[in-house]
């Protein structure tokens, strides 16, 4: 029999506002809108010999950190072939997709490197940041499983897993 170990944090505070749009298969795209997103986190690592995967309370601010970041932004599609992202003067960026222009300041924007601002890449997104957290903070701690979930409205979530072989 496998033992398996993790630890699963959901966490009031784990949450960020932040406007986007999809862009649809058939090139059609949503209107710029907003989410109160919420984001969910398992863990699984090999316990420790103190009984632990991770201390929680060292895990927390790490995906605090990862959430900040995000909060109050508008999320871009860096890696979308059609969607377009420049600067436009000293301190704006233009956006543009289709007939679509958004001229916003440089620090309201964040560009993605992913191809569509779904719950369920930005979950992968920030599964991928926290991995990277995660071996710069704690590095004999091998994480075995990872998994990541992205509410955008209650009862809707994009989930991204990571699993070692």
């Known amino acids: 029999m496998a033992q398996r170990w993790s630890i ?32 969910f986190v398992e863990i699984e690592a090999g316990l420790s010999h103190h009984g632990l995967v991770l201390d929680f309370k060292m895990v927390k601010p790490l995906v605090r950190e990862l959430c900040d970041g995000l909060d109050e932004h508008f999320l871009v599609p860096g890696l979308h ?12 960026v233009e956006v543009r997709y289709q007939e679509r222009r958004y001229v916003v300041p440089r620090e309201d924007v964040i560009v993605l490197p992913i191809n569509n601002t779904s719950s369920e890449n930005l979950a992968a997104w ?5 991995q990277r957290l995660l071996g710069e903070r704690f590095p004999d701690v091998f994480v075995t499983r990872l998994r990541v979930a992205v509410e955008e409205t209650s009862g809707q979530r994009g989930v991204y897993y990571f699993e070692v072989d």
Do not use: Q, T
């Open 8 to 39: 699963d944090l959901a966490k009031e505070n784990f949450k960020f506002s932040a406007a986007h749009f999809l862009i649809f298969p058939d090139g059609s795209a949503e209107r710029l809108h907003g989410h109160n997103y919420r984001v």
């Open 81 to 92: 072939p059609v969607l377009r992202c420049e600067p436009a003067g000293d301190d704006a």
């Open 126 to 130: 920030i599964a991928g940041e926290l």
